[in-house]
């Protein structure tokens, strides 16, 4: 177990496979940068390297990101390595969605256990806006319900509140979380465009769920995962997750840190404070080499970041992984 000079244990990385994503969602990517227009991937053989390293500093779980991860070409490649391997105890991946109906059986197959996926509105309209597409609530429902049906151990929702919502919408949220198996949470909007923060805050969202389920929202002491989530049971006992990354600051219990689509190591998603592994690994250097120069690296991570005081990072979260 590797731990930062805050007496942190780093348990978890998270790699960006790709910044080619093929949705603009308002709040991450409004670019477009197409899956052909990344010239400096890393090949999988690449990522193994890298990902040894991790896995002799004792990391037991890696969750694959982007960019969209199905965009990158050559992620069934990269999983039936890493399944060759057993180096991991935990692969999981964050989707989109849009592209999983497909694949869901293939990456099951592979080794891939837990998938977050990402699901921001229920209604088309809404849902055209926040992914910059149109038409893409279909195949996103689509992608869902395939994973569920495919027996993944761990199903997630993500929703980015961007903005409150209407009553209306809020139930027919509820309705979703009602009736699909996976474990929902609710994820604070983090200002990566130069913009303010817009809530609604915790506690606003906790008053209208409240509200409409007319009962309180119970807490949980089990953890889920790797996550900061906190979790609460609704009224119908349904567990639903908060994560408010900018105004609860999860810094004092950080276990991750992130890979980046062109092969730097990353210390914090809210800092730009990164190193460069990809070079090493071009250069010759073992998984052994790369080890050392990553226990090193990891204890110059800072107590914490500037939550609503930040300066907006240089990487825009497409970039970065989530
Ligand atoms: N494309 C995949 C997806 O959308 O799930 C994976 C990458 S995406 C960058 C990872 C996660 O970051 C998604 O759940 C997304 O909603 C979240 N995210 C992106 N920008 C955000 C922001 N400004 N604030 C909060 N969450 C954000
Ligand atoms: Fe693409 Fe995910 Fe960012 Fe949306 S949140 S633009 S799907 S990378």
Redesign the pocket.
Known sequence: MVKDSWNRTIEYVRV?LTEA?N?C?P???PEIITAQSQTNLLSPAEWLVILEAFYKLGIKAVRL?????LLYPHLEELLKGLKERQWFSDIS?????SLLTERAKDLHDLGLQRL???F?AVDEETFNYRTGRVGQLGPVVDGIETAIATGFDVVKI???L?EAMSDDVVRQLLAYIEKWPVVWRF???????GDAFRGPTFEEWKAQLERLTGGVLVPESKVKGFGPAMYYTLPNGRSIGFIF?MSHTYCDSCNRVRLTSDGKLRLCLLRDDEADLVGLVRAGATADDIALHIADILQLRHEKHDGMDMETPKR???R???
């Open positions: 960006s994503c949705f969602c709040y991450c990517r990101t982007g960019g969209e991860p991946m964050t989707t989109n969605g977050n996926i990402s921001d993500n929703t980015v961007m994820i604070e909007y983090m200002p990566f465009q990354p825009a979260m497409w970065i992984g989530g």
